[in-house]
């Protein structure tokens, strides 16, 4: 096979890759010989992940024209549940698609290879060197010359660490999960339910329906965002949940996999490569990562179109990203793990599952809800008071040590 002068290539073959291409292609059709997608893997390729696609990444897909050939439960809305109660939150029929990822993946990749798209699996990218006008990639299948490189290579990027961003991040999470049958005690099944009734940890365990081989099955798991040095077990900590409903861990195979966080302070784009996708990062708060990937997709393969049709460089991408609603919502996610996780935990917990506004919009909205609204403020500014008091304490603990 023939890998050498390419004018752009996608690095990795999972959601955000294949969004990249198909978006590339839909804002300017003559672009299909222009790009390859390399995937080290070969299709249909496994990723570990509960497989739950919310709304927004839907619709993006939809605007790509993209159907959902594989099977997948259709979920209405999500019920949380903490120490003090249970909440649900309803949003609408079909919010959120729960897929298997070896089936969801390689049909994207299948429906970018109908499109004209050039996708090589079973070639593994180990090493990338940026020059002044193209990069050089190693390949296990030789090396590969191109103009542009967009990593979509997940959380061990090798694009990542040829940019130069080796720092660990301030925050790390972790997730564990297994397949198990339903139980007579679970919920509706057009429910997601989120556990954050233990709060050693800063996370939740969760409950998802999902659909193994034709068969309903429960996919369960554990989400832990370690900061401030809070690191736990993941194995003990999902076994003490699975035993809390009468499973034992030891009967189901245990998936384990770490989840990169955006950092909007990182450089995520220089003059010929940039990350898409979790190689640049996702929503640390929820660990959520598939819309968000397809989000990536979407602005990337615009982006990148333009940056060829001007014959530009990639320099602006952080800028880009930071600045989409895609880039607002993640930093926003940030800065919410303190309140959610931290000592402030209880009265968020309070208000979702006291406060379960439901969707409208506008006008209606701020009447049908106006004490809604207030409490919700009073409950924010109850939780800034604490967190501040928090921090206060800790920096009066730190002096006193001193
Ligand atoms: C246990 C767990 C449960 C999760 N559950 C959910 C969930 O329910 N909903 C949700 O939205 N998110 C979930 N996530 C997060 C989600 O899985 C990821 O955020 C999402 O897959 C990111 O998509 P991506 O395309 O950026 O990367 P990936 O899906 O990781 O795709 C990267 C691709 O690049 C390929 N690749 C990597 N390195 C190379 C290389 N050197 N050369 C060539 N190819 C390479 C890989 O094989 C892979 O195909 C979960 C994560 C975990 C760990």
Not at 32 to 47: A, G, H, S, T
Not at 162 to 178: D, H, P, R, Y
Not at 259 to 265: E, G, I, K, T
């Amino acid at each position: 096979m023939n890998l050498t002068d390419e004018e752009v290539v996608i690095v990795g073959g999972g959601p955000a890759g294949i969004t990249t291409a198909l978006t590339m292609i839909t804002a300017n059709p003559k672009l299909k010989n222009k790009i390859v997608v390399l995937e080290k893997d070969i299709y249909p390729r496994d990723k570990i992940c509960a497989g739950a696609i919310s709304y927004q990444g839907i619709k993006i897909l939809e605007t790509l024209n993209v159907e959902f050939e594989v099977p997948f439960v259709s979920i209405k809305g999500v019920l949380l549940r903490s120490s003090i109660g249970e909440s649900s939150f309803i949003y609408m029929d079909d919010y959120i698609r729960v897929v298997r990822r070896i089936e969801f993946d390689s049909s994207l990749a299948n429906l970018a290879v109908e499109r004209g798209i050039r996708i090589i699996d079973g070639v593994r990218v180990n090493t990338v060197e940026e020059h002044k006008q193209f990069v050089i990639l190693t390949t296990s299948r030789g090396l590969l010359k191109a103009k542009y490189v967009i990593g979509c290579d997940g959380v061990g990027s090798v694009v990542r660490r040829a940019m130069g961003i080796t720092k660990k991040n301030l925050i790390n999470m972790q997730a564990l999960e297994v397949d198990t049958e339903p139980l007579m005690e679970d919920y509706d099944r057009q429910l997601l339910v989120f556990n954050i009734s233990d709060r050693t940890f800063s996370g939740y365990t969760w409950d998802f329906p999902t659909i193994i081989n034709g068969r309903e099955m429960v996919c369960r798991g554990i989400y832990h965002i370690q900061w401030r040095n809070n690191k736990i077990n993941l194995k003990t900590k999902l076994s003490d949940y699975l035993t809390s409903i009468g499973l034992d861990i030891n009967n189901y195979q245990r998936k384990y996999f770490s989840v990169q966080a955006y950092n909007p302070d990182e450089v995520i784009g220089n003059e010929r490569m940039i990350l898409v996708g979790e190689s640049s990062g996702i929503d640390p708060l929820t660990g959520e990562g598939i819309t968000q990937a397809i989000k990536y997709g979407y602005l990337a393969g615009y982006f990148t179109a333009d940056v060829l049709a001007k014959r530009n460089t990639f320099t602006e991408w952080g800028k880009v990203v930071r600045k989409s609603s895609l880039g607002r919502n993640l930093s926003f996610s940030i800065r919410l793990i303190k309140y959610f996780y931290g000592a402030p935990r209880p009265v968020v917990e309070k208000f979702l599952i006291n406060y379960n506004i439901p969707r409208t919009k506008g006008y209606e909205f701020v009447i049908a809800y106006l004490f809604e609204i207030i409490k919700f403020f009073n409950t924010v500014f109850s939780a800034i008071t604490i967190s501040l008091t928090d921090r206060f304490t800790t920096r009066m603990r730190l002096i006193k040590k001193i």
